[in-house]
T-cell receptor
Framework: DADVTQTPRNRITKTGKRIMLECSQTKGHDRMYWYRQDPGLGLRLIYYSFDVKDINKGEISDGYSVSRQAQAKFSLSLESAIPNQTALYFC??????????????FGPGTRLTVL | AQSVTQLDSQVPVFEEAPVELRCNYSSSVSVYLFWYVQYPNQGLQLLLKYLSGSTLVKGINGFEAEFNKSQTSFHLRKPSVHISDTAEYFCAGKYAGNNRKLIWGLGTSLAVNP
């Protein structure tokens, strides 16, 4: 079984709808992240959480919110989806390593289309 | 500002040829550097990372990278590529004093042709 899972894997929705993307991990990591990937723009950080009570905005948090329900679960919500939020979304986890350098482990991604 | 720059957005290469994917980092402060690979329709996975010590880092699938402080580079190399190496490759860095998140390059698409 995958260590980092994302649901759904694909979603098509309409403008104005509320959408939740879910991420679960069995790695026991404290740190979790949400990214979006767009062609030519690489990965951009939306939100990150270093533990259940530590949630931080990334570089493109407008239009998104998150909830860290437990160490293993980190959800991303689009309160009112718009077409330019069409993208591939990734969840990732990590655990602090020596020297503050930690490897990130990624889920398989959720492809979201907003019509 | 701290940044990571991948110098090529696309690199086409023939099977069994050598390849180099170029990555430069911006700052002279202490930095940790990573290469990740994304195969089609998959998430990213770590290829290799440089934290300290030997400047030549070996990773999975025959890839290696060399940390060059004078050139502020961390280029990824493989002496002989396979069709299965076709993927998107991302360079990323974590800088001293900003260790809460990675700074990502925009990616290099490697296309290995028969």
């Amino acid at each position: 079984d995958a260590d980092v899972t994302q649901t759904p894997r694909n979603r098509i929705t309409k403008t104005g709808k509320r959408i939740m993307l879910e991420c679960s991990q069995t790695k026991g990591h404290d740190r979790m992240y949400w990214y979006r990937q767009d062609p030519g723009l690489g990965l951009r950080l939306i939100y990150y959480s270093f533990d259940v009570k530590d949630i931080n905005k990334g570089e493109i948090s407008d239009g998104y919110s998150v909830s860290r329900q437990a160490q293993a679960k980190f959800s991303l919500s689009l309160e009112s989806a718009i077409p330019n939020q069409t993208a591939l979304y990734f969840c990732a986890t990590s655990v602090p390593a020596g020297g503050a350098a930690d490897t990130q482990y990624f889920g398989p991604g959720t492809r979201l289309t907003v019509l | 500002a701290q940044s990571v720059t991948q110098l090529d957005s696309q690199v086409p290469v023939f099977e069994e040829a050598p390849v180099e994917l170029r990555c430069n980092y911006s700052s002279s402060v202490s930095v940790y550097l990573f290469w990740y690979v994304q195969y089609p329709n998959q998430g990213l996975q770590l290829l290799l990372k440089y934290l300290s010590g030997s400047t030549l880092v070996k990773g999975i699938n025959g890839f290696e990278a060399e940390f060059n402080k004078s050139q502020t580079s961390f280029h990824l190399r493989k002496p002989s590529v396979h069709i299965s190496d076709t993927a998107e490759y991302f360079c990323a860095g974590k800088y001293a004093g900003n260790n809460r998140k990675l700074i990502w390059g925009l990616g290099t698409s490697l296309a290995v042709n028969p």
